[in-house]
């Protein structure tokens, strides 16, 4: 009997035997297509870690130990520099004819206080030198001689190589040698002392730096205050500006009479209320060789007979390169005598012109330091040539 295949059957054997020769065929294939697509997956950089999640365990997991790398070198650029602010440099004044040969302006006076930085220390401060001596007694013989001194302001940054002008400046009644430097004058919230107030002239440019000498017009015994202008007035000239021009560098080329007067327009003198009076006595009347310039605060010393003096004989010819005067508002030193001392002058001494060389300034005030500090600061870019 003829047995019958099923056809069904037939075409599912065709169907199988058909899949496994296309999975044989194909298998192969895809595989390394996955393994090349894996690959490139690996290679790809994304912007942010993928961060996964770890199975907590019981223990806690060790981290490995971190590589040591190099360390990083970190290149930049060199900063720029800072600059450096160049200061402004000081413009000292300088007077001829009552006008600065540099800028051209007339001089500016103050009347009040002077500016509150000028009372303040500064750094570049001078020095202050007290020298003791013997001297003989010009004025009373009869005393034989006399222990004297005198304070000398050095200015700061001193050049022994360099010449430098020398005022001198004498006290006022009941003062002594240091009342001009040393000695500090309270006004309240304000200090005032006279080296400070230089110190700060000088570092700001006000005028060229200069040896100060601060004599004693005193004379011992009380012996009046005519014996104190005579003693000190050939003690200038015999002792003590030989003694700075010989052991400090001034326009002098040495102590003698002869370079002194050379150097004339190099050395000023200046005072208060009688050391006002010295200005004249002294200074005018028997120096008149020796400064060519001159500051009386609070006081003159009978002009009439200075004038007279100074116009006769070789002070003929000499020169007046300043003559400035100045007093307090306040009491009677103002109009009764230097007022009227320096109209004097200026009538019937030729030369001397108001405004070029010859100068009045009025302060608020009385007969006091804060005035006569006032005057010495308006006065002195005025005295040297």
Same mark, same amino acid.
């Given at each position: 009997m003829k047995s019958k295949f099923p056809f069904w059957l037939l075409c599912l054997l065709l169907f199988s035997a058909l899949i496994t020769i296309c999975i044989a065929v194909f298998l192969p294939f895809l595989q390394n297509l996955h393994q090349a697509a894996s690959v490139a997956r690996s290679e790809i950089v994304t912007p942010y870690p993928v961060i996964s999640e770890a199975i907590p365990t019981s223990e806690p997991a060790i981290s490995p130990v971190p590589?040591? #790398?190099?360390?990083?070198?970190?290149? #930049?650029?060199? =900063? #720029?520099?800072? =600059?450096?602010?160049? =200061?402004?440099?000081?413009? %000292?004044?300088? *007077?001829?004819?009552?006008?600065?040969?540099?800028?051209?302006?007339?001089?500016? @006076?103050?009347?009040? @206080?002077?500016?509150?930085e000028f009372y303040q220390e500064t750094e570049k401060a001078g020095s202050v030198i007290r020298h003791e001596y013997t001297i003989t007694a *010009?004025?009373?013989?009869?005393?034989?001689? *006399?222990?004297?001194? @005198?304070?000398?302001? %050095?200015?700061?940054?001193?050049?022994?190589?360099?010449?430098? +002008?020398?005022?001198? !400046?004498?006290? &006022?009644? &009941? &003062?002594?040698?240091? #009342?001009?430097?040393?000695e500090v004058y309270d006004y309240g919230d304000? /200090?005032? /002392?006279?080296?400070v107030i230089f110190d700060n002239m000088f570092a700001n440019g006000i005028c060229n730096p200069c040896i100060i000498v601060c004599p004693v017009t005193e004379t011992y015994y009380m012996q009046g205050l005519t014996a104190g202008i005579n003693q000190l007035r050939d003690e200038l000239r015999e002792y003590i500006l030989p003694w700075v021009a010989e052991n400090y560098s001034t326009y002098a080329k040495d102590g003698s009479l002869e370079s002194l007067r050379a150097a004339r327009d190099h050395f000023a003198l200046g005072g208060l209320s009688n050391g006002a009076l010295f200005v004249f006595e002294g200074g005018m009347r028997y120096n008149f060789d020796l400064f060519g310039s001159y500051a009386a605060f609070s006081g003159d010393g009978e002009p009439?007979?200075?004038?007279?003096?100074? /116009?006769?004989? +070789? *002070?003929?010819? !000499? =020169?007046?390169?300043?003559?400035?005067?100045?007093a307090g508002l306040d009491g009677d030193f103002q109009d009764q005598y230097t007022q009227i001392g320096y109209d004097y002058f200026l009538e019937n001494e030729p030369r001397l012109t108001d405004g070029k060389n010859a100068f009045h300034v009025d302060v608020n005030g009385g007969h006091e330091w804060k005035v006569w500090f006032t005057d010495i600061f308006n006065a002195l870019p005025l005295l040297f040539k």
């Open positions: 590589a040591i #790398s190099s360390p990083a070198v970190i290149v #930049s650029a060199e =900063p #720029s520099p800072t =600059p450096v602010a160049t =200061p402004e440099p000081i413009h %000292i004044h300088h *007077y001829v004819d009552g006008v600065c040969d540099s800028c051209g302006k007339a001089p500016e @006076f103050y009347t009040d @206080f002077l500016p509150r *010009y004025a009373n013989h009869g005393d034989g001689e *006399y222990d004297r001194c @005198f304070n000398l302001y %050095i200015p700061y940054d001193y050049n022994e190589n360099l010449p430098y +002008d020398v005022l001198v !400046l004498v006290h &006022g009644g &009941g &003062g002594n040698e240091d #009342s001009w430097l040393n304000i /200090q005032m /002392q006279g080296r009439w007979i200075t004038v007279r003096i100074i /116009q006769t004989g +070789d *002070y003929a010819d !000499l =020169p007046i390169n300043c003559l400035f005067t100045g």
